[in-house]
Structures are given as C-alpha cells and as structure tokens.
T-cell receptor, first 119, second 111 residues
Framework: GAVVSQHPSRVICKSGTSVKIECRSLDFQATTMFWYRQFPKQSLMLMATSNEGSKATYEQGVEKDKFLINHASLTLSTLTVTSAHPEDSSFYIC???????????????FGPGTRLTVL | GQQVMQIPQYQHVQEGEDFTTYCNSSTTLSNIQWYKQRPGGHPVFLIQLVKSGEVKKQKRLTFQFGEAKKNSSLHITATQTTDVGTYFC???????????FGPGTSLSVIP
C-alpha cells in the first residue's frame, strides 16, 4: 500500500528557533500534499495544500511567512515552522494524494505525524 | 462555509456491544471518507463513499451515505478492544474542494 513518512517524529526546540519537518511519499508520486495541525483530542485542521512545482495554498488564518511550505519534488514536501513559539506546539501531520483530485481517486495517505514541543 | 459535524463526541461501550457514529454536513457532499486514528497514531483511511444511498461493509464495519449526500454513518457490530480510537468523517463539496474533517468520535471499549 501507499506509504508516507515524516521526519522527525518528535522535536523539542527553544522558542525563536526554526524547525523543518519533512514529508515523503515512499512508493508513489504525490502531486498534491496537505499539511494538517492537530491539537490534543481535536480534529485535523488543514493548514495548507501544496502542489508540486507551484506555491502552496494556505487556509484562512494560517501565516504563510511563519509556516513555509516547499513541495520541491513529487515525493517530498517540507514544512518549516519559523521562529517557533510555545503556542506552535502541536501535532503536525502531512498527507499525500497520488492523483490530482481525480474523482474517485482522491484518497489521502497520512504520514505518522510530528509532535512539536516549543519550550 | 462548509461544516462537518459528528455525534457523539465520545462513546464508551462494553465489548461486544454495537457502536454507531453519525456525520452531518451543512452542504451536499461529492464524497465522504472515514478515517480511524488510534491513540498516539495517525489517521488511517478506512473507506470512501460516493453514491447517494451507498452502503459498504468491511467485516464488522458498515458505512452508509445518505440519500441527500449530506450525512453518513459508521456502524460497528460487536465491538472489540481493537476498535478503540477516534473515528473521523471527512467530506468535500466537489472533488476539487479541500477535505473538511469532522471533529471525530472517540470510542472506548471496556473489556
């Protein structure tokens, strides 16, 4: 089956530093990747959608200068949390879609998530 | 904007009892997906429903898409401890829209 990996799985950093999270599709090419944020016992909130070779589309209220997304290849997307603060502490999950939102073929495969703790 | 709601928020059942979670959208959906997230894990895709009135089964799990394509349900027969987790429904207005996740139903199974 389709496998998506994320690295690192867990990161603790000091306030003010930047953290990069990688999302890779291991056995398929992902034209579209999604970045979500999940607070404890809450649902997934879509942060942004990235398409390979083009700029990411950010959801309302998500600061694109703070959450930098780069989808440089069909198997890799990165999320960089710049100048992280304690309120950025959360579970960040990426997902990848093998096809460009083709009806009936738009299954998303989720990575294992990255737990970010900002001290 | 589009909203997806789920009830109940939490459900505690005795092992062997049945369980149902309901998903309702404020708008008509082109399709609906169901995911399961185990404690400490990530969401895992279970199924996608596309057609009005569609019913799909996976062993003890039965998924239904409403006739108006605005609601869906997941029913688990004779729950087991391995069913523990949070079940999310996720829908989109058209196949080209973003997926909106419901708040999830957290299932606990008492052995």
């Amino acid at each position: 089956g389709a496998v998506v990996s994320q690295h690192p799985s867990r990161v603790i950093c000091k306030s003010g530093t930047s953290v990069k999270i990688e999302c890779r599709s291991l056995d398929f090419q992902a034209t579209t990747m999604f970045w979500y944020r999940q607070f404890p016992k809450q649902s997934l909130m879509l942060m942004a959608t990235s398409n390979e070779g083009s700029k990411a589309t950010y959801e309302q209220g998500v600061e694109k200068d703070k959450f930098l997304i780069n989808h440089a290849s069909l198997t890799l997307s990165t999320l960089t949390v710049t100048s992280a603060h304690p309120e950025d502490s959360s579970f960040y999950i990426c997902s990848a879609a093998p096809n460009r939102l083709i009806p009936g073929q738009d299954t998303q495969y989720f990575g294992p998530g990255t737990r970010l703790t900002v001290l | 904007g589009q909203q997806v709601m789920q009830i109940p928020q939490y459900q505690h059942v005795q092992e062997g009892e049945d369980f149902t979670t309901y998903c309702n959208s404020s708008t008509t959906l082109s399709n609906i997906q169901w995911y399961k997230q185990r404690p400490g894990g990530h969401p895992v895709f279970l199924i996608q429903l596309v057609k009005s009135g569609e019913v799909k089964k996976q062993k003890r799990l039965t998924f239904q898409f409403g006739e108006a394509k605005k609601n869906s349900s997941l029913h688990i027969t004779a729950t087991q401890t391995t069913d523990v987790g949070t079940y999310f429904c996720a829908g989109r207005k058209t196949s080209y829209d973003k997926v909106i996740f419901g708040p999830g139903t957290s299932l606990s199974v008492i052995p």
